[in-house]
C-alpha cells in the first residue's frame, strides 16, 4: 500500500463517515463534493474537481445518490474516464443499476482503469463504526489490491462475481431491508392500538419466526423514541424500490414483493417524511391510522 493515494468523491451521509475512518486510520484522502465544507468536516484534503481527485489518486471511492449522478462523473466532462489513468481502481459504493455499472465498467477497462462495483450495507451506524459489509462486483485482482482501504470502513467484504454482481446485490438486500420495515413498523402499529406491551412483543418477533433485522435493531429503539437518526431517507428508500422493480424487470422475474414497502414509503414521501430517516415510516402509517407513535410523545402530526 506504499504510496497509494485514496481519492474520494461524494463525501454525504455516507461518503463523509467513511472518508473520516480512512483519516483516522491515517490514510491521507483527497475529496471533493459539490457542498461546500464537506471535505474538511470528513477529515479530507479538499479537492476543487473530480479531476483534481483523478490527478491526485491511484485508488477513488465513489459514494453518490444514483446512476443519474454517477454516469456524468464517470463520464463526463473532466469525469473520471477522461482524467484517469492506466491502472487506477475505482470502488463504487454507491447504489447504482447494474446495467449502468457494467457500462461504466466496460469504458473505463477500455483505458485501463478498474472499475468495482462494491454495494454496502450497514447503514450510518455501520459507517461510523468500520463495520459495513461489502458485497463487490469486478475484477478480483483488483479488490485484492484496495484491501488495505476497504479493511477501516467495512468488517465483511464478499467478492460477488463479475462487474455488476456487487451492485445488484445491494438492491436485492434493500429490497429485504424495505420489506422487514414497512412491515414491521405495520405490526407493532396494530399491536400499540390492541394495547400489547411493545416490548414484550418484540422478545416474541425475536425468538421466533418473524424475527428480522428491523425487530433486532430498530424496533427496540424506536418504541423508546429514537428513530436512529442519519440513516436512509424514506425517499431514498423508495427510489431503492424503483430499481429493483427495474432489476427485476430486465431480468423477467415478476417484483410482487415490492408492492408493500413502495406503499408504505410513497406514503412517507406524501406525509412529509421524504427527507426524514426510513424508520419514520411507522411515523407516518400512525398518522394515517389515528395519529399514533409507538413511545410516549404524541406530539408528532405529520414530519413537516
Not at 479537492?47 to 453518490?64: F, K, N, R, Y
Not at 473532466?78 to 457494467?102: F, H, K, M
Not at 477497462?109 to 478498474?114: E, L, N
Request: contains cysteine; charged residues 15%.
Amino acid at each position: 500500500m506504499g504510496g497509494q493515494r485514496i481519492g474520494f468523491v461524494g463525501l454525504g451521509n455516507m461518503g463523509g463517515r467513511m472518508t473520516r475512518r480512512l483519516v483516522d486510520h491515517g490514510y491521507p484522502v483527497l475529496g471533493f463534493d459539490p457542498v461546500p465544507g464537506r471535505a474538511a468536516l470528513a477529515g479530507a484534503a479538499p479537492a476543487a474537481s473530480v479531476t483534481e481527485v483523478a490527478a491526485g489518486s491511484d485508488c477513488i471511492l465513489l459514494s453518490l445518490p444514483d446512476s443519474t449522478v454517477i454516469e456524468p462523473v464517470v463520464l463526463g466532462a473532466g469525469g473520471l474516464l477522461e482524467a484517469g489513468r492506466a491502472g487506477q481502481v475505482i470502488a463504487d459504493l454507491s447504489t447504482a443499476a447494474p446495467s449502468s455499472t457494467v457500462r461504466l465498467h466496460a469504458a473505463l477497462a477500455a483505458r485501463g482503469i478498474d472499475y468495482l462495483d462494491a454495494g454496502i450495507s450497514g447503514g450510518a451506524a455501520g459507517a461510523e463504526r468500520g463495520t459495513l459489509t461489502l458485497m463487490v462486483g469486478g475484477p478480483a485482482a483488483a479488490l485484492d489490491a484496495i484491501g488495505w482501504v476497504l479493511e477501516p470502513i467495512a468488517s465483511k467484504v464478499v467478492h460477488m462475481g463479475d462487474s455488476g454482481t456487487g451492485h445488484l446485490t445491494k438492491i436485492l438486500n434493500n429490497l429485504l431491508n424495505a420489506v422487514s420495515l414497512a412491515a414491521t413498523a405495520e405490526v407493532m402499529l396494530a399491536a400499540k392500538k390492541a394495547g400489547l406491551d411493545l416490548a414484550r412483543v418484540l422478545e416474541v418477533f425475536n425468538a421466533s419466526t418473524g424475527v428480522s433485522f428491523a425487530t433486532l435493531n430498530r424496533f427496540p429503539h424506536i418504541i423508546e423514541g429514537n428513530y436512529l437518526e442519519g440513516g436512509l431517507t424514506s425517499g431514498l428508500m423508495t427510489k431503492d424500490i424503483v430499481l429493483y422493480v427495474d432489476c427485476l424487470g430486465e431480468l423477467g422475474v415478476p417484483p410482487l414483493a415490492a408492492s408493500g414497502p413502495l406503499a408504505a414509503f410513497g406514503l412517507a414521501n406524501s406525509l412529509g417524511y421524504r427527507d426524514q430517516i426510513s424508520n419514520k415510516v411507522v411515523d407516518a402509517l400512525g398518522d394515517v391510522a389515528g395519529g399514533i407513535r409507538l413511545h410516549d410523545d404524541r406530539s408528532g402530526g405529520t414530519g413537516e
